[in-house]
């Protein structure tokens, strides 16, 4: 999150921004305003300050709220049924070569053949 105010003006407005990616564009929105310069003067002395201290808070929580927990269940006795979905046909694949090309490229074998 940035912190977002027009320089030029003479009582500018101090926002809070959150970048967001849509696609290969990436795009700003406004998430909170923190207030107009002639408003925060009647609360601090250095407006400015304030705002990116306000900022700094709303990243500081962002950062302790970005956490998301997952479980997993797995029972390896149970068979998968085969079926003619698109699905079905990428879980008939053998996944077990991962960790083999995982120790491929961690050894560096493939720079040793070349």
Known sequence: MKL???RKSKDPTYFIQVGIRNGK???TKNIAR???HSELLKITDDPLAYAKEQVAKYNE???KNNKVGMEIHLDFAQKIR???AAVSASMLKNVG???IQRLYYQLE???FFN
């Open 4 to 6: 977002n105010y027009d």
């Open 25 to 27: 564009k990436v795009t």
């Open 34 to 36: 923190i207030g107009k």
């Open 61 to 63: 929580e962002a950062k």
């Open 82 to 84: 085969a079926t003619d």
């Open 97 to 99: 070569y991962l960790y």
């Open 109 to 111: 074998i493939d720079k």
